[in-house]
């Protein structure tokens, strides 16, 4: 149980363009998602957190405007990279959470992005 | 505010050897802790987790922490290293903050030697 899946696996696009990035949670309702993004040899970064019906949290220093994240039901988050940059390759995870805010977070497989 | 801190960025073992990842946290409330493991280019799996009740927490491959209170501690042990645990390893503290976000270690690249 308590798996996540996130889809693509890996993507390649050309600078200015825009990717979407779906994560599900395919035996359990998540109330909350979090999107992550992980540079090589690095930690986790929190981006956002994402509630089933509600505008996204966004932490310090994340974009909201260009990193578009929407929950619209208890199964699926997307995050859309909007006009993407070679910076904006990365690593980006997902995780889901089934209820209160001390349940354990369960992560997605991960999103290879790289941006030309 | 939570906070955790992983001793050593790498850790190398050999095979069959003890296998010991340091995590130390701060915390002022009694806190929730974990331990992911990351394989290359994959997203985090739970080893296991520490919420309330036994102090000794057994996860899954062999794996399990000790909270020690008193040395603000969860170490990461597993008697015997397999090949199959080179892998990079992540201690988190869940934060109380609104939205449960956890809070990340830097990670520990564990290799194993033959």
């Known amino acids: 149980g308590a798996v996540v899946s996130q889809h693509p696996s890996r993507v390649i696009c050309k600078s200015g363009t825009s990717v979407k990035i779906e994560c599900r949670s395919l035996?359990?309702?998540?109330?909350?998602m979090f999107w992550y993004r992980q540079f090589p040899k690095q930690s986790l970064m929190l981006m956002a957190t994402s509630n089933e019906g509600s505008k996204a949290t966004y932490e310090q220093g994340v974009e909201k405007d260009k990193f578009l994240i929407n929950h619209a039901s208890l199964t699926l988050s997307t995050l859309t990279v909007t006009s993407a940059h070679p910076e904006d390759s990365s690593f980006y995870i997902c995780?889901?959470?089934?209820?209160?805010?001390?349940?354990?977070?369960?992560f997605g497989p991960g999103t290879r992005l790289t941006v030309l | 505010a939570q906070s955790v801190t992983q001793l050593g960025s790498h850790v190398s073992v050999s095979e069959g050897a003890l296998v010991l990842l340091r995590c130390n946290y701060s915390?002022?409330?009694?806190?929730?802790l974990f331990w992911y493991v990351q394989y290359p280019n994959q997203g985090l799996q739970l080893l296991l987790k520490?919420?309330?009740?036994?102090?000794l927490v057994k996860g899954i491959n062999g794996f399990e922490a000790e909270f020690k209170k008193s040395e603000t501690s969860f170490h990461l042990t597993k008697p015997s290293a397999h090949m199959s645990d080179a892998a990079e390893y992540f201690c988190a503290v869940h934060s109380y903050n609104p939205g449960g976000k956890l809070i990340f270690g830097q990670g520990t690249e564990l290799s194993v030697k033959p």
């Open positions: 035996d359990f309702q998540a109330t909350t």
């Open positions: 995780s889901a959470r089934v209820g209160s805010s001390t349940d354990t977070q369960y």
């Open positions: 520490y919420t309330t009740g036994a102090t």
């Open positions: 915390s002022s409330v009694p806190p929730y």
